[in-house]
């Protein structure tokens, strides 16, 4: 009798999991999508994707009308500017219309059981430079700036040195990292310098604040950090 309760309480347990994951999954019909039909890439060199062609990440999607769907293997085509999901062994594209941003997670150095993650959004818009559609890995966003970094995938044409060899074409990435304050938007290289551009009055509070934090300015915990501190108590 034990064991026949034990074993239903794990088919239980199983079903529930089960019925989960596939009602996120099947969520996924709310932001629609297309199927991608034929391989458009294929006499181009290289990929057009954040982390690779057959990178598949674990991912979440945030819906324009705030819905939230988890765990879904998505991939950013960055040539396209396009969310692509798996599902049912197809592959789909979503309208950029029908989502406001989506979360890549990966196992961190930490250990297999915690993860980190990319955060994605939309809806930045400055006039002439960006449009409320393209999506940006979000490095800080506070009340008065906000850190992103586009990800762009461009196709270039390359003629071999060796005489006889015939062109090709190629994808080469194009990461770009913009400042926003007061809807002025600026690129951002994460040098010292740019960082006392934000406040240039306030030049030694933010190199006191690098020196005594040890801060890496390579590293986006540490930039994420220092945004912070100015937005919060330098500028208004």
């Known amino acids: 009798m034990k064991l026949l309760k034990t074993g239903v309480l794990l088919a239980t347990v199983v079903c529930l999991l089960n ?6 999954i099947s969520n996924v019909s709310d932001v629609g999508g297309k199927p991608i039909m034929t391989k458009k890439y294929s006499k181009i060199e290289g990929s057009p994707y954040y982390f690779g062609t057959d990178t598949w990440m674990d991912g979440t999607l945030y819906t324009a009308d705030g819905k939230k769907i988890e765990d879904i293997p998505i991939r950013f085509n960055g040539y396209d500017n396009e969310v692509e999901y798996r599902k049912d062994g197809n592959v789909l594209i979503i309208d950029n219309y029908n989502l406001k941003g989506f979360d890549f997670y990966f196992n961190s150095e930490f250990g297999e059981s915690k993860k980190a993650k990319y955060t994605f959004r939309n809806g ?11 999506f940006f890995n979000v490095i800080y966003q506070g009340e008065n700036l906000s850190l992103i970094e586009e990800f762009k995938v461009l196709e270039t044409r390359v003629t ?4 006889g060899a015939s062109e090709y074409k190629k994808f080469v990435n194009d990461k770009r990292t913009f400042l926003i304050i007061n809807d002025k938007v600026d690129k951002f290289k994460n040098r010292k310098r740019d960082f006392y551009n934000i406040a240039p009055e306030k030049k030694s509070e933010i190199k006191k604040q690098i020196k005594q934090n040890d ?9 994420s950090f220092l945004l912070e501190y100015i937005d919060n108590n330098l500028i208004q």
Request: charged share 20%; hydrophobic share 30%; no cysteine.
């Open 124 to 134: 930045f818009s400055v006039s002439g430079e960006i449009e409320k559609t393209d």
């Open 160 to 163: 071999p040195a060796t005489y």
């Open 19 to 24: 019925f989960s994951a596939y009602s996120q």
């Open 215 to 223: 801060l890496d300015l390579n590293n986006e915990n540490h930039v």
